[in-house]
């Protein structure tokens, strides 16, 4: 089994949010270990997939008054409000300073036989995460399947404002709604896969049905953690270590949310500040 | 351009030196066939401004597929000296000439090219074949 970091954070602003998640990045790319994080939102929030304009917002009226931060990630907008968000910031290489002989361990022999580590393929994760996903469901009852190929445009400026208006290889369905669907950031050191799992229908994303909806039943995320860290687990041969961010951690973060997330250069603009002091210390 | 001509990045890039008449080295840079074909669906790229001075093994770019967004490597390092600016309108097609009319930027080389850590062709299908299985 790999050691895997679990964080489980109570409801936090946007910004606050992303910048956990831009943080376990880097650090698990440093550090060599893996992360998965649970979150949820302050308040309804939309959030742009990487290379969205912000001006698209105005394609989506009920969520104007939200307000919006822009992901690392690519793919579309979300509205994130009554649902479940997760992060898993997977190593794509070995900290510098790990010894070439330790690489027989028990997670690179998982990195051999199922596409993890440096040459890991980006679909493989996603097909991961919402397999755990559509077995939960199937826990509580739920038939839900993974969207094969889709016939939908290519084209950037063809795609629907909102990611779960959008269908991808991999996306989490029942029947033909998007309950869950996730997105990636990747470097050469690490990857970031965060994704959404909507548990009921929002006030300010009125056309997108959540479980609750499609269910006809409450979905308590007391209930629906242990199952899927069970499943997760088993996929991915993780064994968790309950780890809060540390006060150092936490002061790095705070800069970082301050110096890039609630800036309107990177939220409107996408303009990217020099990050490397908060990445390499 | 014939891939068997040029050097690879462990990353994926391609790069193709040659020597303008001032007797500058000149690296024209791309996305082989092999990441091509893996990363499907390209959706988004983007592409540094001419003037931009880059790092061999820094990001000189960035692209979205399937929605992930990868960074795009320099080989080399220098200053951009030209952008492919059509790549982006057609980049369902990229993969049909990764190789040639579908280049990315051109650098201008500063010091030497540090070959040892570029692949050639062999030795780039060799990587490929690795991770393949």
């Known amino acids: 089994m790999t050691d895997c970091r679990l964080l489980i954070d109570p409801p936090a602003a946007g910004a606050w949010n992303m910048a956990v998640d831009e943080w376990l990045w880097h650090w698990a790319g440093k550090t060599g270990r893996w992360c998965l994080r649970f979150y949820r939102w302050e308040g309804p929030t939309l959030s742009l997939g990487y290379f969205q304009n912000h001006e698209d917002r105005q394609q989506h009226p009920p969520s104007l008054s939200c307000p919006v931060v822009r992901r690392i990630s690519g793919g579309g907008a979300i509205v994130h409000d009554v649902e479940w968000t997760y992060s898993l910031a997977v190593p794509l290489k070995l900290p510098t300073n790990e010894p070439r002989a330790n690489q027989t361990s028990e997670g690179l022999i998982v990195s051999r036989n199922s596409g993890c580590g440096r040459n890991m393929p980006r679909q493989w994760l996603y097909e991961v995460v919402h397999g755990t996903i559509v077995e939960l469901l199937a826990h509580f009852g739920v038939h839900a399947q993974i969207c094969g190929k889709v016939q939908e445009g290519k084209k950037a400026a063809a795609l629907p404002f909102l990611c779960f208006q959008r269908r991808s290889p991999g996306d989490v369905l029942v029947g033909p709604i998007k309950v869950a669907g996730s997105a990636q950031r990747r470097n050469n050191d690490a990857l970031l896969q965060h994704g959404s799992l909507l548990l009921a229908r929002s006030l300010v994303a009125p056309e997108l049905p959540g479980l609750k909806e499609i269910a006809g039943r409450e979905f308590p995320f007391e209930f629906v953690l242990e199952v899927w860290l069970a499943r997760l687990s088993d996929r991915l041969r993780l064994s968790w270590a309950e780890e809060q961010l540390s006060e150092t951690e936490r002061a790095a973060i705070d800069q970082l949310v301050l110096a890039k997330h609630n800036c309107p250069a990177w939220v409107i603009k996408r303009t990217r500040p020099e990050l490397s002091m908060f990445f390499n210390s | ?133």
Request: glycine share 6%; with cysteine; aromatic share 8%.
């Open chain 2, 1 to 133: 351009m014939k891939p068997e001509d040029l050097l690879f990045t462990k990353t994926h890039e391609w790069v193709h030196l040659t020597t303008n008449p001032t007797g500058e080295t000149i690296a024209t840079v791309g996305i082989s066939a092999f990441a091509l074909e893996a990363l499907t669906d390209l959706v988004f790229i983007e592409l540094p401004p001419v003037g931009r001075r880059v790092e061999a093994g820094g990001a000189f770019g960035e692209i979205e597929s399937v929605k992930a967004v990868s960074d795009l490597y320099s080989p080399v390092n220098g200053e951009v000296v030209e952008v492919n600016t059509a790549v982006a309108d057609r980049l369902d097609r990229i993969a049909e000439d990764p190789y040639g009319a579908n280049w990315l930027v051109k650098i201008k080389v500063a010091g030497d090219v540090d070959r040892s850590t570029l692949l050639s062709y062999d030795e780039y299908q060799k990587q490929c074949a690795e991770e393949s299985h």
